[in-house]
């Protein structure tokens, strides 16, 4: 028996970092796992060895700045399932330049992407969750959404700004049995973070104080947000799920 048997998911992002470890963890747990991304060759790819290793998973391409891109692929996974039980918002991008650097269309790309993105996968899913009888949203957020991280204002305002948006959602949605959560991952072994862990000067500012003296693997987020996906969480909403190797506690 898989923690989330009969379950449908829906991943953003996940055609690389968190968001594929995510949707192969997810598949081994029993769902069927969209998979979403602004790249159908990234995508594809995950589907593929989804597949490859006895997993359930279909991707469908999504800008998550789109409005109508949402709502297509909401009435596509409806018309095929009948339900999507799970979201998990996690496409998101990080440009690392101080406010004076920051170019007025990255701040607003950086927005745009990690919380308005995650606005619209709430807005265009919850009418799904609604008529399932509710369901699970895990918003990802990071350790800047709760600390700030030097040269990182766009990154960090747009993080925390997702947390606060779980918060109100998960107040206004409880009644119809819909939970929302928020993922708070330290630094991470992907994509994003590879320019800086392949200098030892730049990997060493990027672990900083975090007591356990490294960073993190994908699979160990990816158990988190099993965790909130899954029926084992039915109590919490409006959470901050932290997994930062200690970082916020010091």
Not at 102 to 111: A, G, K, N, S, Y
Not at 154 to 176: C, E, H, N, P, Q
Request: net charge neutral; charged share 25%; glycine share 12%.
């Amino acid at each position: 028996m898989g923690r989330l048997d009969g379950k449908v998911a829906l991943i953003t992002g996940a055609g690389g970092g968190i968001g594929r470890t995510e949707a192969a963890l997810f598949a081994r747990e029993g769902a069927v796992v969209i998979v979403t991304d602004i790249s159908a060759q990234a995508g594809e790819k995950v589907v593929d060895e989804i597949r490859r290793n006895g997993g359930k998973a279909e991707f469908m391409r999504l800008d998550v700045t789109v409005p109508g891109e949402w709502q297509k692929v909401v009435d596509e996974v409806m018309k095929k399932y009948g339900k999507v039980d799970i979201l998990v918002n996690n496409a998101g991008i990080l440009i690392s330049k101080s406010a004076e650097e920051l170019t007025p269309e990255e701040w607003e790309r950086v927005i745009k992407i990690n919380l308005t993105g995650t606005f619209y996968g709430c807005k265009y899913i919850l009418p799904a969750m609604k008529k399932a009888g509710g369901g699970s949203i895990i918003n990802t957020s990071s350790i800047m959404g709760i600390v700030a991280f030097p040269n990182e204002p766009s990154y960090d305002a747009s993080k925390g700004g997702v947390r606060m948006l779980t918060k109100a959602m998960a107040a206004d949605y409880a009644k119809y049995n819909i939970r929302v959560n928020s993922l708070h991952p330290g630094n991470t072994r992907t994509e994003m973070n590879e320019p800086w862990l392949k200098d030892p000067e730049k990997a060493k500012e990027l672990i900083g104080p975090t007591p356990m003296k490294r960073v993190a693997e994908p699979i160990e987020i990816a158990y988190g947000a099993l965790f909130l996906a899954s029926d084992e969480s039915s109590f919490m909403t409006g959470a901050e799920l932290v997994i930062d190797g200690g970082y916020t506690a010091v």
